[in-house]
Protein backbone atom coordinates (compact mmCIF):
# COMPACT_ATOMS: atom_id res chain seq x y z
CA UNK A 1 0.00 0.00 0.00
CA UNK A 2 0.76 3.42 -0.50
CA UNK A 3 0.90 6.92 1.57
CA UNK A 4 -0.93 9.45 -0.33
CA UNK A 5 0.19 12.91 0.82
CA UNK A 6 -2.41 15.95 0.51
CA UNK A 7 0.90 18.30 1.12
CA UNK A 8 2.44 21.18 -0.43
CA UNK A 9 5.95 20.60 -1.54
CA UNK A 10 7.46 23.12 1.12
CA UNK A 11 5.39 21.33 3.85
CA UNK A 12 6.81 18.02 3.06
CA UNK A 13 10.08 19.23 2.51
CA UNK A 14 9.71 20.49 6.49
CA UNK A 15 11.26 18.88 9.65
CA UNK A 16 8.86 17.36 12.33
CA UNK A 17 9.83 20.47 14.22
CA UNK A 18 9.06 23.38 11.05
CA UNK A 19 5.59 20.89 10.18
CA UNK A 20 4.84 21.60 13.94
CA UNK A 21 5.11 25.24 13.04
CA UNK A 22 3.84 25.89 10.00
CA UNK A 23 0.75 23.40 11.69
CA UNK A 24 0.25 26.01 14.13
CA UNK A 25 1.34 24.06 17.09
CA UNK A 26 5.10 23.20 18.60
CA UNK A 27 6.27 19.94 18.97
CA UNK A 28 4.50 17.54 21.37
CA UNK A 29 6.45 14.72 22.64
CA UNK A 30 4.51 11.01 23.85
CA UNK A 31 3.81 12.23 26.98
CA UNK A 32 4.18 15.68 28.87
CA UNK A 33 4.20 16.59 32.88
CA UNK A 34 2.72 20.11 33.45
CA UNK A 35 5.10 22.92 34.01
CA UNK A 36 5.16 23.15 38.05
CA UNK A 37 5.76 26.76 37.94
CA UNK A 38 3.14 27.45 34.89
CA UNK A 39 0.17 29.15 36.09
CA UNK A 40 -2.07 26.27 34.03
CA UNK A 41 -3.40 23.83 35.76
CA UNK A 42 -3.51 19.68 34.61
CA UNK A 43 -7.45 20.89 34.17
CA UNK A 44 -6.72 23.66 32.04
CA UNK A 45 -4.06 21.27 30.09
CA UNK A 46 -6.46 18.68 29.32
CA UNK A 47 -8.68 21.01 28.55
CA UNK A 48 -6.58 23.03 25.44
CA UNK A 49 -5.84 19.06 24.70
CA UNK A 50 -9.24 18.18 23.80
CA UNK A 51 -10.14 21.31 22.24
CA UNK A 52 -7.20 21.31 20.09
CA UNK A 53 -8.05 17.13 19.57
CA UNK A 54 -11.89 18.57 18.66
CA UNK A 55 -11.18 21.36 16.29
CA UNK A 56 -8.83 19.15 14.31
CA UNK A 57 -11.46 16.11 14.27
CA UNK A 58 -13.73 18.57 12.89
CA UNK A 59 -11.60 20.13 10.30
CA UNK A 60 -10.73 16.45 9.35
CA UNK A 61 -14.61 15.09 9.05
CA UNK A 62 -15.20 18.72 6.91
CA UNK A 63 -11.94 17.69 4.82
CA UNK A 64 -12.91 13.90 4.44
CA UNK A 65 -17.06 15.14 3.29
CA UNK A 66 -15.58 17.35 0.60
CA UNK A 67 -13.42 15.18 -0.68
CA UNK A 68 -16.19 12.32 -0.75
CA UNK A 69 -18.56 15.12 -2.26
CA UNK A 70 -15.74 15.34 -5.10
CA UNK A 71 -14.99 19.15 -4.09
CA UNK A 72 -12.18 19.73 -1.61
CA UNK A 73 -12.68 22.51 0.60
CA UNK A 74 -10.04 24.86 -0.67
CA UNK A 75 -11.39 27.55 1.36
CA UNK A 76 -10.73 25.90 4.56
CA UNK A 77 -7.51 25.06 3.61
CA UNK A 78 -3.52 27.02 3.61
CA UNK A 79 -3.08 28.91 -0.23
CA UNK A 80 -0.01 26.66 -0.05
CA UNK A 81 -1.61 23.12 0.88
CA UNK A 82 -4.91 24.51 -1.48
CA UNK A 83 -2.06 24.91 -4.46
CA UNK A 84 -0.83 21.62 -4.13
CA UNK A 85 -4.25 19.56 -3.51
CA UNK A 86 -5.82 21.71 -6.76
CA UNK A 87 -3.58 19.56 -9.56
CA UNK A 88 -4.10 15.91 -8.07
CA UNK A 89 -7.69 16.64 -6.78
CA UNK A 90 -9.03 14.31 -8.97
CA UNK A 91 -6.58 11.35 -7.95
CA UNK A 92 -7.72 11.97 -4.11
CA UNK A 93 -11.39 12.14 -4.70
CA UNK A 94 -10.96 8.92 -6.44
CA UNK A 95 -9.05 7.24 -3.99
CA UNK A 96 -11.70 8.45 -1.43
CA UNK A 97 -14.85 7.34 -3.39
CA UNK A 98 -13.60 3.84 -3.65
CA UNK A 99 -12.89 3.60 0.25
CA UNK A 100 -17.18 3.86 0.70
CA UNK A 101 -18.79 4.79 3.35
CA UNK A 102 -16.47 6.91 6.57
CA UNK A 103 -17.53 4.63 9.51
CA UNK A 104 -15.81 6.19 12.36
CA UNK A 105 -12.40 8.24 12.92
CA UNK A 106 -10.85 8.41 16.35
CA UNK A 107 -8.05 9.87 17.28
CA UNK A 108 -4.28 8.11 17.68
CA UNK A 109 -1.94 10.88 19.10
CA UNK A 110 0.47 13.42 17.51
CA UNK A 111 2.73 12.76 14.94
CA UNK A 112 5.13 15.68 13.95
CA UNK A 113 2.97 17.96 15.41
CA UNK A 114 0.11 17.33 13.61
CA UNK A 115 -3.24 15.41 14.50
CA UNK A 116 -3.26 11.71 13.84
CA UNK A 117 -6.04 9.83 13.49
CA UNK A 118 -7.37 6.46 12.19
CA UNK A 119 -10.36 6.85 9.98
CA UNK A 120 -12.19 3.71 9.11
CA UNK A 121 -14.50 3.60 5.99
CA UNK A 122 -16.02 0.49 4.40
CA UNK A 123 -13.39 -0.60 2.49
CA UNK A 124 -10.52 0.27 5.00
CA UNK A 125 -8.90 1.36 7.65
CA UNK A 126 -6.79 4.67 7.15
CA UNK A 127 -4.70 7.01 8.91
CA UNK A 128 -4.85 10.60 8.72
CA UNK A 129 -2.35 13.59 10.13
CA UNK A 130 -4.41 16.99 9.81
CA UNK A 131 -2.31 20.26 11.25
CA UNK A 132 -4.12 23.45 11.26
CA UNK A 133 -2.36 26.95 11.67
CA UNK A 134 -3.33 29.47 14.02
CA UNK A 135 -6.20 30.66 11.73
CA UNK A 136 -7.33 27.45 12.01
CA UNK A 137 -6.98 26.29 8.05
CA UNK A 138 -5.68 22.87 7.68
CA UNK A 139 -1.57 23.55 6.41
CA UNK A 140 -1.14 19.86 6.57
CA UNK A 141 -3.16 16.98 5.50
CA UNK A 142 -2.08 13.36 4.53
CA UNK A 143 -3.92 10.35 4.32
CA UNK A 144 -2.02 6.70 4.37
CA UNK A 145 -3.76 2.82 4.89
CA UNK A 146 -3.66 2.22 8.35
CA UNK A 147 -1.39 -0.41 9.22
CA UNK A 148 -2.48 -4.15 10.44
CA UNK A 149 -2.70 -4.86 13.56
CA UNK A 150 -0.38 -6.83 15.31
CA UNK A 151 -1.13 -10.09 15.42
CA UNK A 152 -2.09 -12.18 18.76
Known sequence: MRLILIASAATLALSGQALAQQAGSAPVAA????????????????EAER?????????????????????????????????????????????IDSLGELQSVQHAGVENGAELFLV??????????????????VGALLFRPAPAPPAQ
Not at 61 to 74: E, S, V, W
Not at 123 to 128: E, L, M
Open 120 to 137: VFDAAPTQWIIGLDDDGK
Open 51 to 95: SRIARAEEALRLQIAALQDGAPAYGEMTQGLADAVRPQADQVTGI
Open 31 to 46: AQLPDAFSEETPAAVL
